[in-house]
């Protein structure tokens, strides 16, 4: 008990806690945010094999609770959940075996980890942003009616549950972010609740058989981080859930694209990536990513609605777009609409 009441501990469960509003509020974000936090904190000596393995357990726990009240509501197409988790499952257990083999030097395995760690996070951004992107062009097209009970591509979605789960058996990154994204494309008639109800479905035994084999690879698991992590982030996700509705979601959505940008950047530095400098980190350089992110993004985001025959500003906003397919249905004459005097903050993608 009383290593629950030490700093660290306390730090950890802060994380745990921030993070999970987060998740609650944006459905994505658990591993992209939560292995770096961690990391940077120096838990577990900063190794990131003790944090991979910790942050997938209590991943494990939360999104189990995200899971239940979905499957309640009978959201999730679980035909469709089946097959990522035949693909993911297996992947999610082998990845961590693969990079073992890569080299038995734990200086070597930590700089490894790190390293896929920060490239999943770039990726991550990466396919957040061709999200909003995807939907912008479905809004330009008139909208999706939505199909709640698809027709089922069985080769294509196990190649897409092999990819989610060998990225998080590795790196603990991708079972909402990555997966999400592949869904939104592969089946662009599903309706938000749908989709965000059967990534919740398959992520459960997704993360769980990657901490199982975590677990076993690393000789146990770290309860100094995991007990305080799950006490943190069950109640923030919780907490996340209740007041999603009262939160502008543009400034949240943009924020985990700069965050999950400065965080890949920073770990590869970290690692001491080659192109720089193994010698010495350079935070100025982090913070001048985070910079860039924060001013460039809206303005390649406004670049992209006048290529689409939008103005840069106004209807639809990251809102309207994120509660796409199905959810929201704008008419091909209402997305052309603009509305410049809307003076929202959420209307300021």
Do not use: C
């Amino acid at each position: 008990m009383s290593d629950l009441l030490t700093l660290t501990a306390l730090s950890i469960g802060a994380a745990g806690f921030f993070v999970g509003i987060i998740v609650g509020l944006t459905g994505m974000g658990g591993g992209a945010l939560m292995t770096p936090a961690l990391i940077f904190l120096g838990v577990g000596g900063g190794e990131a094999a003790t944090v991979v393995t910790a942050d997938l357990t209590a991943a494990a726990v939360y999104k189990s609770g995200g899971a239940l009240v979905h499957a309640k509501s009978g959201s999730p197409n679980f035909r469709l959940a089946g097959w990522l988790i035949a693909g993911s499952v297996p992947m999610a257990f082998l990845g961590p075996w693969m990079v073992h083999q890569l080299t038995d030097n734990e200086d070597q395995l930590d700089f490894v980890l790190k390293m896929a760690i920060g490239f999943a996070l770039l990726f991550a951004a990466t396919t957040y942003a061709l999200r909003l992107y995807v939907n912008l062009r479905r809004v330009r097209a008139g909208g999706d009616g939505g199909d709640p009970n698809p027709k089922i591509r069985p080769i294509p979605t196990l190649l897409v549950g092999m990819l989610g789960g060998l990225l998080v058996g590795i790196t603990s990154v991708g079972s909402g972010s990555v997966i999400m994204i592949a869904l939104l494309m592969l089946y662009p008639g599903l309706s938000a609740v749908k989709l965000v109800g059967t990534d919740l479905v398959q992520a459960v035994p997704l993360v769980l058989s990657a901490a199982i084999s975590n677990i076993i690879i690393n000789d146990g698991i770290d309860l100094k981080i995991t007990i305080p992590l799950i006490i943190g982030s069950v109640p923030g996700t919780i907490l996340g859930s209740s007041i999603a509705p009262r939160v502008p979601q543009s400034y949240i959505r943009r924020g985990i694209v700069v965050v999950l940008t400065m965080s890949g950047v920073a770990l590869l530095d970290k690692s001491g990536w080659a192109p720089l400098g193994k010698e010495e980190t350079h935070p100025i350089l982090v913070a001048m990513v985070g910079v860039v992110t924060i001013v460039l993004v809206p303005l390649v985001w406004g670049v992209i609605r006048r290529r689409e025959g939008l103005p840069y500003f106004g209807a639809p906003t990251l809102t309207e777009l994120e509660q796409l397919p199905g959810d929201h249905k704008p008419k091909k004459a209402a997305a052309k609409k603009a509305a410049p005097k809307e003076p929202e903050a959420q209307s300021r993608p």
